[in-house]
């Protein structure tokens, strides 16, 4: 079972990253995904999750509006692209899926100018 983010980098306030979940080891259909992420000093925080088949997604009050959660069952991959981004979406990002899998390494998201 492994999950390995990836996407992540340094971008502008008001720009745009995909960050992507690339997965392996499982029947990708069977589980709902979350990313979450995890800023400096700070709790980890739940970002956005998807259902197993892709028809339902929530998001923190915190990026609604802003980021969109997808999947792709073609590629076993799932999905957060971010826009209108904001310094406050520094963090390292981070996804799960199967609850025993162990946790990725994730990806840097840092928005500087």
């Known amino acids: 079972v492994q999950l390995v983010e990836s996407g992540g980098g340094l971008v502008q306030p008001g720009g745009s990253l995909r960050l992507s979940c690339a997965t392996s080891?499982?029947?990708?259909?069977?589980?709902?995904f979350t990313w979450y992420r995890q800023a400096p000093e700070k709790e980890l925080e739940v970002v956005a999750v998807i259902s197993s088949l892709g028809s339902s997604t929530n998001y923190a009050g915190s990026v609604k509006g802003r980021f969109t959660i997808s999947r792709d069952s073609a590629k076993n991959t799932v999905y957060l692209q971010m826009d209108r981004l904001k310094p406050e979406d520094t963090a390292v990002y981070y996804c799960?899926?199967?609850?025993?899998?162990?946790w990725g390494r994730g990806t840097q998201v840092t928005v500087s100018s």
């Open positions: 799960r899926g199967p609850p025993d899998a162990a």
């Open positions: 080891g499982f029947t990708f259909s069977a589980y709902a």
